[in-house]
């Protein structure tokens, strides 16, 4: 039981490039979502799905895009990369209100 | 607007210098509060939920207390071991999760 797994771990991207993070769990959980992580700013949600088929934004979710073909899988795909995205972003899935399981990470520069 | 403000934003504590970390909030009907730890290069790991007001949770060194405006997390004889960020999330009637920007523990030994 591996728990929510991110890949990348780490990613340096140019100003204008796409690339999508990807996000699996195997825990058959219904809700998945994506944050970012900032100094100063705490975790914010960029996208999430209540399950396949079924996303919706977020907190910050411009420059972002998602999809849920499977429960498993719920990538993040950036689709112009800027400096400004340059963050820690973490993939979470939850089974209804409960708490969160988190990733690792994924540590993306932009330059 | 929901909102969660953890105070302080650093401490520096002695080994089995006991302490306690401050997590206040506004939120549209608090489904639940949620307590996890940070390690450095790490994803946020759970702690504690708490649901109610007068509820108290504890694992080892640890116990997490709530009531209708904040939550304490308060830290008994810690241990170097225990130095991490430590995080406070509020989950609202939408089911959303709002975070805090976290307190920074380090036990010096």
């Known amino acids: 039981n591996a728990g929510v797994t991110q890949t990348p771990k780490f990613q340096v991207l140019k100003t204008g490039q796409s690339m999508t993070l990807q996000c699996a769990q195997d825990m058959n959980h219904e809700y998945m979502s994506w944050y970012r992580q900032d100094p100063g700013m705490g975790l914010r949600l960029i996208h999430y799905?209540?399950?396949?088929?079924?996303?919706d934004q977020g907190e910050v979710p411009n420059g972002y895009n998602v999809s849920r073909s499977t429960t498993e899988d719920f990538p993040l795909r950036l689709l112009s990369a800027a400096p400004s995205q340059t963050s820690v972003y973490f993939c979470?899935?939850?089974?209804?209100?409960?708490?969160?399981?988190f990733g690792q990470g994924t540590r993306l520069t932009v330059v | 607007e929901d909102q969660v403000t953890q105070s302080p934003e650093a401490l520096r504590l002695q080994e089995g210098e006991s302490s306690s970390l401050n997590c206040s909030y506004t939120?549209?009907?608090?489904?639940?509060l949620f307590w996890y730890r940070q390690d450095p290069g790490k994803g946020p790991e759970f702690l504690f939920t708490l649901y109610s007001a007068g509820e108290e949770k504890e694992k080892e060194r640890l116990k997490a207390t709530l009531t209708k405006k904040e939550s304490f997390l308060h830290i008994t004889a810690p241990k170097p071991e225990d130095s991490a960020t430590y995080l406070c999330?509020?989950?609202?009637?939408?089911?959303?999760?709002?975070f805090g920007t976290g307190t920074s523990l380090t036990v010096i030994p």
């Open positions: 979470a899935s939850r089974q209804g209100p409960t708490e969160a399981f």
């Open positions: 939120v549209s009907g608090l489904r639940g």
């Open positions: 999330a509020v989950q609202d009637s939408g089911n959303q999760f709002y």
């Open positions: 799905s209540v399950g396949a088929g079924i996303t």
